[in-house]
């Protein structure tokens, strides 16, 4: 019997640190549903203590899973360990993670502690904690910067304190695989009561090097992976959960462990979460990028006919890539839409949600003869970011562009119920569109990143353009997705200010 490997996903804590990537309740509800299908063990739903936007996004998240556990991040604080207790009350299985920091860098310079009041605080964290679950989860914060002694002295403090688990973060992304994979086994070996906790490893991407220090972690003991989908995180990111899992399961002659993973949800989960937060994901990426299974050379092509394994290590099917699948058309029906919707796992909150989106979907299906599932899940997600935050909504825009004469937009917006048009020139459609809502919204954001990709193949594809803005230090992530690439680049600008318009504010947990 090999050992399990236990995958915490962080996507939407971790993940969601990234700049532009913060994601609405609603969002991570869908994202989390997701997860809990691929059969994540642990999902660690936010920072309860960040905001209230974040602490009402861990309680919905803990009241609608029920197969994994749901985690809410706490500072080593009595009062966030009180807000991520909260949180996680309605959960099934709940976890709170609390952390400090145990780097001389971070000790000195960051929380003015001496190490003994740092493992004083570390201790009386984990009791807090413990008054609210059996399940707690402790991090030394830059671990892969901490001297490996006192590394020994508090997490053994910690385990007689009630940590079930032990996460090691390389929080800056600083170690390589075989330093961190011999800390790991050191501390298991050194402190006298490692035997009652789960070692865990939480790697940043800094060097590129997470996944494989993960890896190198689990060789050495570690049985749990903090990991992300799409390797989303901070600055370089997180470990990539869809890598992980491939490697443990594809390297089962060299790994004495293996995941529960339902890993046909993996493309699934990969495109959720890219069109959710925007950070779309190279072609080249490995398992879930576009061409991790295409094989453009002639010798390749040939081999694999011949016998798939000579070039490929893993099957597409495996981590769910399907032939684009035709599955509704203009005379599907609503009960079609509804039932189709439900095979793909999207569920909408309210009768009048799917109707909304049963509009849209007659819509698309005259522009468009063959919707794709990625069509649907695209038009699932624009129809629920109009439902979350209306203060702007497009009604109507016309936009004329013609060889030698300047692009001309005209925009009807309403805001806040009261319709407003405005006109404007531009170098192109879009930016004369966005210049068009820019003179009704008066924002003065700053636009960082403009993107379109085509959700499925062919001229008739839907676009999805997500946008970035910032203003005064908030950066947020808009959507939209439309056959016209610029009817989709306007949503997707209102979507981005409604949520700038939201003004949720939230701490970060780690500054
Ligand atoms: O990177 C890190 O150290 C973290 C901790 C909160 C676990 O994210
Ligand atoms: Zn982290």
Redesign the pocket.
Same mark, same amino acid.
């Given at each position: 019997m090999k050992d399990k490997l236990i995958i915490f996903d962080?996507t939407l804590r971790?993940g969601e640190q990234s700049p532009g990537a913060s994601m609405t309740k609603e969002e991570k509800v869908r994202i989390a549903r997701q997860l809990e299908r691929m059969r994540v063990d642990v999902i660690e739903a936010g920072f309860p203590a960040a905001s209230n936007g974040d602490f009402e996004s861990v309680k919905a998240v803990a009241g609608t899973i029920r197969d994994s556990t749901v985690c809410g991040?706490a500072r080593a604080l009595e009062n966030d360990i009180a807000r991520a207790g909260e949180a996680i009350r309605g959960a099934n299985s709940g976890r709170i &993670?609390t952390?400090i920091a145990t780097s001389p860098i971070h000790m000195e310079k960051k929380l003015r502690m001496s190490p003994d009041q740092v493992v004083e605080q570390a201790v009386k964290a984990v009791k807090w904690a413990r008054q609210y679950t059996d399940n707690v989860e402790f991090?030394p914060?830059?671990a892969g910067r901490s001297e490996t002694d006192f590394l020994c002295r508090i997490l053994e403090a910690v385990i007689d304190a009630g940590a079930t688990t032990l996460?090691i973060?390389d929080?800056v992304g600083y170690n390589l695989p075989h330093v961190f994979g011999d800390l790991i086994r050191t501390l298991r070996e050194r402190i006298p009561n490692s035997g009652k906790a789960i070692f865990s490893v &939480?790697c &940043?991407n800094d060097l590129g090097l997470a996944v494989a220090n993960s890896l190198s972690a689990v060789l050495n003991g570690a049985r749990q992976v903090e990991c992300t989908i799409n390797g989303l995180g901070e600055r370089a990111g997180n470990a990539s959960l869809e890598e992980i899992v491939m490697a443990v399961r594809t390297r089962q002659d060299i790994f004495p462990c293996d995941t529960t993973l339902d890993t046909t949800q993996i493309v699934s989960a990969s495109r959720l979460v890219a069109s959710v937060t925007g950070f779309v994901v190279q072609p080249n990426k490995a398992i879930v990028g576009a061409n991790a299974f295409a094989h453009e050379s002639g010798i390749h092509q040939d081999g694999v006919l011949k016998h798939r394994e000579t070039y490929e290590i893993m099957r597409a099917e495996d981590v769910g890539w399907t032939a684009n699948k035709m599955v509704l058309g203009k005379h599907s029906g609503r009960n079609a839409f509804r039932s189709r919707l439900q095979e793909l796992g999207i569920v909408l909150d309210s009768e009048e949600a799917l109707n909304a989106a049963f509009v849209r979907f007659k819509d698309l299906a005259d522009k468009k003869h063959e919707i794709f599932d990625e069509d649907l899940h695209a038009l699932v997600s624009d129809e629920s970011s109009v439902l979350e935050h209306e203060h702007f909504k497009l009604v109507s825009l016309k936009v004329c562009s013609e060889t030698g004469e300047i692009p001309h937009a005209t925009v009807v917006v309403s805001e806040n119920g009261v319709e407003r048009q405005a006109e404007a020139d531009g170098g192109g459609p879009v930016d004369a569109a966005f210049k068009a809502i820019e003179a009704i919204a008066g924002s003065g954001a700053e636009l960082q990143l403009y993107s379109v990709n085509n959700i499925t193949s062919g001229t008739d594809a839907q676009g999805e353009v997500t946008v970035r803005l910032a203003k005064g230090g908030r950066i947020v992530n808009g959507q939209g997705a439309d056959t016209d690439i610029v009817i989709a680049s306007a949503k997707s600008y209102l979507h981005a200010l409604n949520k700038l318009h939201s003004k949720l504010e939230r701490a970060h947990?780690?500054v």
């Amino acid at each position: 019997m090999k050992d399990k490997l236990i995958i915490f996903d962080t996507t939407l804590r971790d993940g969601e640190q990234s700049p532009g990537a913060s994601m609405t309740k609603e969002e991570k509800v869908r994202i989390a549903r997701q997860l809990e299908r691929m059969r994540v063990d642990v999902i660690e739903a936010g920072f309860p203590a960040a905001s209230n936007g974040d602490f009402e996004s861990v309680k919905a998240v803990a009241g609608t899973i029920r197969d994994s556990t749901v985690c809410g991040l706490a500072r080593a604080l009595e009062n966030d360990i009180a807000r991520a207790g909260e949180a996680i009350r309605g959960a099934n299985s709940g976890r709170i &993670h609390t952390f400090i920091a145990t780097s001389p860098i971070h000790m000195e310079k960051k929380l003015r502690m001496s190490p003994d009041q740092v493992v004083e605080q570390a201790v009386k964290a984990v009791k807090w904690a413990r008054q609210y679950t059996d399940n707690v989860e402790f991090s030394p914060e830059d671990a892969g910067r901490s001297e490996t002694d006192f590394l020994c002295r508090i997490l053994e403090a910690v385990i007689d304190a009630g940590a079930t688990t032990l996460n090691i973060p390389d929080t800056v992304g600083y170690n390589l695989p075989h330093v961190f994979g011999d800390l790991i086994r050191t501390l298991r070996e050194r402190i006298p009561n490692s035997g009652k906790a789960i070692f865990s490893v &939480h790697c &940043h991407n800094d060097l590129g090097l997470a996944v494989a220090n993960s890896l190198s972690a689990v060789l050495n003991g570690a049985r749990q992976v903090e990991c992300t989908i799409n390797g989303l995180g901070e600055r370089a990111g997180n470990a990539s959960l869809e890598e992980i899992v491939m490697a443990v399961r594809t390297r089962q002659d060299i790994f004495p462990c293996d995941t529960t993973l339902d890993t046909t949800q993996i493309v699934s989960a990969s495109r959720l979460v890219a069109s959710v937060t925007g950070f779309v994901v190279q072609p080249n990426k490995a398992i879930v990028g576009a061409n991790a299974f295409a094989h453009e050379s002639g010798i390749h092509q040939d081999g694999v006919l011949k016998h798939r394994e000579t070039y490929e290590i893993m099957r597409a099917e495996d981590v769910g890539w399907t032939a684009n699948k035709m599955v509704l058309g203009k005379h599907s029906g609503r009960n079609a839409f509804r039932s189709r919707l439900q095979e793909l796992g999207i569920v909408l909150d309210s009768e009048e949600a799917l109707n909304a989106a049963f509009v849209r979907f007659k819509d698309l299906a005259d522009k468009k003869h063959e919707i794709f599932d990625e069509d649907l899940h695209a038009l699932v997600s624009d129809e629920s970011s109009v439902l979350e935050h209306e203060h702007f909504k497009l009604v109507s825009l016309k936009v004329c562009s013609e060889t030698g004469e300047i692009p001309h937009a005209t925009v009807v917006v309403s805001e806040n119920g009261v319709e407003r048009q405005a006109e404007a020139d531009g170098g192109g459609p879009v930016d004369a569109a966005f210049k068009a809502i820019e003179a009704i919204a008066g924002s003065g954001a700053e636009l960082q990143l403009y993107s379109v990709n085509n959700i499925t193949s062919g001229t008739d594809a839907q676009g999805e353009v997500t946008v970035r803005l910032a203003k005064g230090g908030r950066i947020v992530n808009g959507q939209g997705a439309d056959t016209d690439i610029v009817i989709a680049s306007a949503k997707s600008y209102l979507h981005a200010l409604n949520k700038l318009h939201s003004k949720l504010e939230r701490a970060h947990p780690q500054v």
